[in-house]
């Protein structure tokens, strides 16, 4: 994808609907992942790699269709490897 042929992230309530169609909510995934139930809607609004990495392997793609702009560099337009910047668990 060339930095001319951008394309936009997809709208909250376009994620929402396809995880609804996936059988599930964005409470339910929290939760199921460990999170409050609200928790996992921040990465609806703002970059979050976990919360995005959780959202798109629910749906069965890497996160750079749901949110282009957070996973291409705006001046190259390469991939940007933001799974690196997901905190280990302390577990």
């Known amino acids: ?9 997809w709208h909250p309530a376009d994620i929402i609907a396809a995880l609804r169609k996936k059988g599930t909510t ?36 890497h996160p750079s269709k749901i949110w282009p702009s957070r996973y291409f560099d705006r001046k190259t337009g390469a991939l940007i490897d933001r799974k690196s910047k997901i905190r280990e668990s302390k577990l």
């Open 26 to 61: 964005i409470a339910s995934l929290s939760r199921e992942s460990g999170l409050h139930s609200s928790t996992l809607s921040n990465a609806l609004t703002r970059p979050w790699p976990k919360g995005e990495w959780l959202i798109a392997e629910c749906l069965k793609i």
């Open 1 to 9: 994808m060339t930095v001319t042929q951008r394309k936009s992230d």
